[in-house]
């Protein structure tokens, strides 16, 4: 009895523990789901271009903080910047 409650117990968790693609820290491609998004030379800095809706941007790293997401701007922007964090789908 005991048996069958830890194994059920242990399926329980690797169905509800999240994949590692659903990390927020891992490097991936990702779609805005804003109206639209700045993307900036500098975390918080000048504006550089504007993402839209469903528009991709290639994550490669985070601030210190999270606050802040640099990677490449796809759409018309073309080029690296910083994105705020929390704008993707």
Same mark, same amino acid.
């Given at each position: 009895m005991k048996m069958a409650a830890l194994s059920t117990a242990l399926m329980?968790?690797?169905?509800?523990?999240?994949?590692a693609?659903?990390?927020p820290?891992?490097?991936a491609v990702r779609q805005v789901c804003a109206q639209d998004l700045y993307v900036r030379a500098t975390a918080a800095g000048v504006v550089i271009g504007t993402l !839209?809706?469903?528009e991709n941007f290639d994550?490669?790293? !985070?601030?210190p903080s999270r606050d802040w997401v640099f990677g490449h701007a796809y759409g018309n922007v073309?080029?690296?910047?910083?994105?705020?964090?929390?704008w993707f789908c």
């Open positions: 329980l968790t690797a169905v509800l523990a999240p994949s693609s659903a990390d820290s891992t490097q !839209y809706f469903h994550v490669s790293r !985070y601030s073309h080029q690296d910047g910083w994105v705020q964090n929390g």
